[in-house]
């Protein structure tokens, strides 16, 4: 029973680092894109929300799969 333990944590461990990187290279790249053109930004920071909220909403499912079905 205690490696699913360990399973579980690893598969959470996984997706939380997954979107850590995801959410990061969101950020970078955007303001990467500011920084080129800057009358984009109200442009370039609505498709970073966007995309940063759907990265979150993949982050937290994968976590509840990971701690149900293991």
């Known amino acids: 029973m205690e490696g699913f333990m360990a399973l579980k944590a690893v598969g959470v461990g996984l ?8 959410i990061g290279k969101i950020g970078a790249s955007a303001v990467e894109g500011i920084a080129r053109q800057p009358e984009a ?3 370039i920071q609505t498709a970073m929300i966007i995309a940063a909220a759907l990265i979150e909403g ?4 994968g976590i509840v799969a990971a701690a149900l079905l293991v």
Do not use: D, I, M, W
Request: without cysteine.
């Open 41 to 43: 930004t109200n442009k």
């Open 15 to 22: 997706t939380v680092l997954g979107a850590g990187l995801g």
């Open 58 to 61: 993949a982050a937290l499912f």
